[in-house]
């Protein structure tokens, strides 16, 4: 069934990779399942210990241990080739990197609890890869994929939004004499710098530490190699990286006060924590790595870790802790430390469901796209869409390319010049709105950001009328503008309808609008479509003047959005405007608008300002609705007459003379079909049927009506010259089949067969 | 009159379904369910487009507008789409910018309103420029997710494959994910009270809206744009090779294929041909090629050096009518076999060294590629060659043309087919068109 439906070529004869059945397995899943429940209990009781140990002290150990247990197994000195001293100095970099990574997590560790670290930091190195590859890949394979990252990105969403974790509160108390040395404080400053509280910080930190584990996972790789084999070399890396921390711990141990009493206790812990943690799960991995597939290895392991965590979490009651605080300090209450919330628990369901789909082997065969069919009646396919799509630009190339064109021409010169200066205006608002934290402001600067779409939309539009013709795009792009003008006409009557229906609730009830803050902004907002102005006023006669669009009671904003999209618009017909009269009276016609528009939002203001009336505002607003509205009326219309083909208002009366002069050419019978229209600004194209007499040349007739459609303005042009002997072939073509069907049917019934008659 | 009926029947229940719900809109200041009354205010949109395509069907073409109306129901589906995406960009502003606080108030009731009425008018009335656009516009991403998951649900339950498989309706898709994710708020504000889930389904809906709408938007906007659908290029492209191996063509340059409506397709080419080809002829054999395909169809057929006068002489004489005299003398159907074209081509330029244009060196080599039934087969001269000439053509004209056209879409997988049984019975009277050809070529 599965196969029946989907497309992909490769799988449908099972030629993939082979599975082998769970039953064969099921000693190593076992093992597996059973290495990470103690990995969780392992991670739990380190959080505990962690509260009394330092986390330089804490890493040293475990690693210091590990070493000890690994030499005696692993034997890397005297196993083995010798290691050179080039590699000496890559095992002290490993080291120091490995070093760097746990106490990143390990610090993460402090600071979200146990269950969150297990959740965000022990994911498998192939899912996050996936992960990696749907997020910054175009190939990320198929759907499935995408939701797996979709889910694996709400899972780390609802850690950092809805998990309200109680112990936060407790946290950020914490004064910053707590920190016990300074790297945690550096670590602290920073986070604190980022301006997020503690347990949301340790998510982030864990989420980068978790990619960075990955990249140096798969970077070692090739040492592992060189070294002679994984486990020498994580023995090894085990042994330099406590060497590499000695010195630190020394200096630690000599200038801090151990917070510990008996260390004789937390032999037994520390013991467990190395076995469960380091060493066991190692082992585990490794077979499990080299008796099964690592996708389905990563599949059990999760799944087996998230839930043994869950169930932790709920039952765990700190033994340990209970144990430190009472040799140490009086208890407080337990029940604060990183309970289970709902936010945690929906996370940890997307975890688990985002790493199994992320795990499962991608099923999805290379998509062929069928061409025919082979003689003997198999399909065909081809795989080429791949390779062809890998062939495209860069980014950076292709931004630098279509700046250089924009830059060309004049007019979208202008308009991006204008785009910039809006940008730049609307970011200087947004970074003064947040610096006062003037919610005006920031609102009017979100709607000078979305004004400039419909700007952006004409610049693009502008420039991919410069493409050049493709298959799919015969005529070249030059249509594309008047598309983009009728998409910016429907967002101008979207606006307007929006500006008229809250006007009309403000009607109703009028806000009291604060006008503090008007006057700054409005003049700065004059300047810029001042200069707008200047610059379009050559090009196209109407520039903007937005002295509207500063108003942060935000009842205007309807006609800053009219002039900035009318400034795509006007340019997205530039080259109708100098086409086309009637485009002009209504370019000229928004003018008007704008700058009755910008009158009454100046004299609402002054109203507003010098005698309170409230109701002043939403009137003006009403106002400018009906305007932007009754202006774009004309351009809409005019935008779809030239989409639904219409011959060319403007050519009318020359294509009816340059007819009835096709008419009167000798030899010319009649003419049909004629069918004129506007392709885009510069191109008017047309097709016509013409029956000319036997006796004359075809040439000279098409050379005469194409010279008389041109000086009509029709530059792309079809003439069919047909003659009478046209006709007859085409009935000979087109009715011979049916005749001669009718015919043979005849003949068969009279068994007769008469020779090939009757076809003409 | 019934159809007109219904529509304006369910025009009017979605103004009252679309004024009540925006009512409890802004009594629960909620944009998660503005967000989903937009899609009753798109199904009112669609109803309009119902009404357009069904005036259009009943006006002819005007002098003005001289493709007709049906570009109107392509407009209109464009026009719809993109407001839709237009609103839903307006959500995602206001979001930007004031996030308010959502009550539960009329919120489930308005969902389940909203989705009775969309569903209801989905069903009963018959959308027939949506229902095509839906069917030919390439899959959204919620389809895509959706299909993928319904195709491993099918795995365990088979029976389902019907409803949900090969791919969902993408309107009815869309009203349920949005029903499903109001609901969703509507738990989590009641249990939990997170009003930022509002916030968050908003945003989901308008996405879901921005995905449906878009291929949509994108589909009839090429048609707008008057551009080739890259559906028919493989089909035209096999056409425009067949033409350009016909006797006397040259090249085609200048072609535009571009659809008037949903489906029907124009287009206009320049074909150039040899200087003594016969104009009439080549253009009736490239109409009958295109026109199946084509229906609104301009051919200019134009030659080089026009005003020059043929080279004259009896030389010229004997070998002009290497193509085209001969083919009309021997009648239609053995011309449009596409094999023998080239046949002649390549006996007439054997024969014809004076041809003052020269044959064009990139033209393709004759189209069936399986079993070319002209170069297996070995001329054979029969010394009586007047009694064979007529034989083959009753056979040749029943072959001819016996791909049924069947519609647009599926027709590049009705057309190997077709070919393959053409190229089979050329196998078997390839020989006979090639010995009268070459009898004809023999006797002056």
Not at chain 2, 373 to 384: A, D, E, I, W
């Amino acid at each position: 069934m599965d196969e029946k439906y989907s497309s992909n070529v490769l799988s449908g004869g099972k030629l993939g990779m082979v599975e082998v059945p769970d039953s064969r397995l099921t000693r190593y899943i076992v093992l597996l399942v059973i290495s990470k429940v103690l990995k969780a209990l392992g991670i739990f009781e380190s959080y505990d210990i962690l509260k009394a140990v330092h986390i330089v002290q804490f890493i040293f150990i475990l690693k210091l241990g590990s070493a000890v247990i690994l030499l005696f197994f692993q034997k890397p000195f005297s196993s083995g080739k010798v290691i050179s001293k080039r590699q000496w100095i890559k095992l002290i970099k490993h080291a120091v990197f490995s070093c760097i990574i746990s106490l990143l997590g390990f610090f993460g560790l402090t600071l979200c609890g146990p269950l969150r670290t297990l959740l965000l930091f022990e994911h498998s190195d192939v899912v996050v890869i996936a992960l990696l590859g749907v997020l910054f890949t175009s190939s990320g394979g198929g759907p499935s994929k995408t939701r797996g990252a979709a889910f694996f990105i709400i899972a780390v969403i609802c850690l950092l939004l809805f998990d309200n974790d109680d112990l936060m509160a407790k946290m950020a108390e914490h004064p910053e004499g707590h920190h016990d040395s300074a790297l945690t404080h550096f670590l602290y400053t920073a986070i604190a710098f980022l301006g997020v509280a503690d347990h949301k910080g340790g998510v982030v930190l864990l989420v980068a530490s978790l990619c960075l584990k990955v990249g140096f996972h798969t970077a070692s790789r090739k040492l592992s190699v060189e070294i002679g084999g994984a486990k020498r070399l994580y023995a090894l890396d085990n042994l330099v990286s406590s060497l590499v921390l000695l010195p630190w711990v020394v200096v630690l141990s000599v200038t801090t006060e151990s917070k510990v009493d008996s260390w004789s206790s937390l032999i037994l812990p520390f013991g467990m924590i190395i076995f469960s943690v380091m060493i066991l799960e190692f082992y585990v991995e490794a077979i499990c790595n080299t008796k099964m597939e690592t996708l389905r290895c990563a599949r059990y392991g999760t799944i087996a870790l998230f839930l043994s965590a869950l169930l932790l979490a709920n039952f765990w009651t700190h033994p340990l802790t209970d144990q430190l605080r009472s040799m140490s300090k009086p208890p407080q209450q337990v029940s604060t430390e990183h309970v289970l919330s709902g936010g945690v628990l929906v996370s940890a369901i997307f975890f688990i469901m985002s790493s199994s789909i992320l795990s499962s082997p991608s099923k999805k065969g290379q998509k062929g796209t069928l061409v025919g069919y082979s003689p003997e009646g198999t399909p065909l396919y081809n795989f080429m869409g791949d390779a062809l799509q890998h062939t495209s630009q860069s980014l950076p190339r292709f931004i630098k390319d279509s700046l250089k064109q924009i830059l060309e021409e004049y007019d979208s010169r202008q308009i991006f010049y204008f785009l910039c200066l809006n940008l730049a205006f609307t970011f200087v608002e947004l970074f003064y709105g947040v610096w006062t934290n003037s919610l005006g402001l920031i609102s009017d600067g979100f709607h000078m950001l979305f004004d400039c779409s419909a700007l952006v939309l004409g610049l693009f539009a502008a420039l991919m009328t410069r493409w050049k013709a493709t298959r799919i795009f015969s005529y070249g792009y030059g249509r594309v503008e008047i598309l983009s003008g009728f998409i910016n006409g429907l967002f101008l009557m979207v606006i307007a309808f929006f500006v008229f229906v809250e006007s009309v609730t403000r009607l109703l009830d009028p806000p009291n609008i604060d006008t503090d803050m008007l006057t700054p902004v409005s003049v700065g907002g004059l300047l810029v479509n001042l200069v707008g102005i200047c610059a379009f006023s050559h090009a196209h006669s109407h520039g903007s003047k937005s002295c509207s669009s500063n108003d942060h009671g935000h009842s205007h904003h309807g006609h800053s959005h009219s002039e900035h999209s009318h400034g795509g618009h006007g340019h997205s017909h530039g080259g109708m405007l100098r086409a086309t009269p009637r485009n002009k009276a209504s370019v000229f016609l928004h003018v008007l608008a704008d700058t009755l528009g910008s009158v009454g939002v100046i004299i609402s203001t002054i109203l507003i300002q010098q005698f309170g009336w409230l109701i002043a505002d939403p009137i003006c607003s009403l106002f400018i609705a009906t305007l932007i509205f009754l202006s774009v009326i004309p351009l809409l219309k005019d935008a779809c007459e030239v989409l639904l083909l219409r011959t060319p208002p403007e050519h009318e009366k020359d294509l009816n003379s340059a007819l009835e002069k096709i008419e009167k050419i000798e030899g010319v019978l009649s003419y049909r079909d004629p069918h004129f229209w506007r392709h885009s600004a510069s191109v008017i194209a047309g097709t016509i049927h013409l029956q000319i007499m036997s006796d004359v040349v075809e040439q000279r007739i098409i050379q005469q009506v194409t010279a008389i459609l041109k000086d009509a303005g029709v530059n792309n042009l079809s003439v069919q010259v047909e003659k009478e002997a046209y006709f007859q072939h085409m009935s000979g073509l087109s009715t011979g089949f049916h005749e001669v069907l009718a015919m043979t049917q005849q003949m068969e019934s009279m068994k007769y067969l008469k020779d090939g008659t009757c076809i003409m | 009159p019934h159809e007109l009926h219904m529509i304006l029947l369910f025009g009017s229940l979605n103004l009252l379904c679309t004024g009540c719900l925006l009512m409890w809109c802004s009594s629960t200041n909620s944009m998660a369910l503005t967000a989903y009354t937009y899609l009753t205010i798109f199904d009112l949109f669609s109803l309009i487009t119902c009404l357009i395509s069904s005036w259009v069907t009943m006006k002819k073409p005007s002098q003005l507008y001289s493709f007709g109306f049906e570009r109107l129901e392509v407009l209109a589906v464009f026009a719809s789409t993109v407001l839709v995406q237009l609103g839903a960009l307006f959500i995602l502003k206001e979001r930007c910018v004031y996030p308010p606080t959502a009550h539960i108030g009329r919120l489930l009731v308005g969902t389940f309103v909203a989705l009775f009425f969309n569903l209801l008018t989905l069903l009963s009335v018959r959308n027939k420029p949506f229902a095509y656009v839906s069917e030919a516009a390439s899959s959204s991403w919620l389809q895509e997710h959706v299909a993928d998951l319904s195709r491993s649900l099918c795995g365990i339950i088979p029976g389902l494959s019907s409803v949900l498989l090969p791919r969902m309706n993408p309107f009815v898709l869309i009203n349920m994910a949005g029903a499903l994710s109001l609901c969703i708020t509507y738990m989590l504000i009641e249990i939990n009270n997170y009003n930022a889930v509002d916030t968050a389904s908003a945003v989901a809906i308008a996405l879901m809206t921005f995905g449906t709408m878009y291929p949509m938007s994108v589909y009839s906007g090429k048609v707008l744009l008057q551009t080739t659908p890259s559906h028919i290029i493989g089909q035209l492209d096999k056409l425009l090779r067949e033409v350009s191996t016909l006797d006397g063509v040259l090249e085609v340059r200048n072609e535009h294929f571009w659809t008037v409506g949903f489906g029907s397709l124009a287009g206009s080419a320049h074909v150039r041909i040899r200087r003594d080809a016969n104009e009439q002829l080549v253009l009736a054999h490239v109409t009958n090629r295109l026109l199946p395909l084509v229906s609104t169809l301009t051919v200019q057929i134009f030659k080089d050096d026009w005003t020059r006068p043929l080279l004259t002489g009896t030389l010229t004489a004997s070998s002009s009518p290497s193509g085209a005299a001969l083919t009309s003398a021997e009648g239609y159907p053995a011309v449009s076999s596409s094999s023998v074209p080239p046949l002649m081509m390549s006996l007439g330029r054997e024969l014809d060294p004076l041809t003052s244009t020269p044959y064009k060196p990139s033209s393709p080599p004759p189209e069936f590629s399986f079993d070319t039934p002209g170069r297996n087969v070995q001329p054979v001269v029969l010394p009586n060659p007047g009694h064979n000439t007529h034989r083959p053509y009753g056979g040749l004209g029943l072959t001819y043309g016996a791909s049924p056209y069947t519609g647009m879409l599926n027709q590049g997988l009705a057309r190997p087919s077709s070919s393959l049984g053409l190229g089979i019975y050329l196998k078997i009277c390839g020989t006979f068109s090639r010995r009268c050809s070459i009898s004809r070529m023999t006797t002056p």
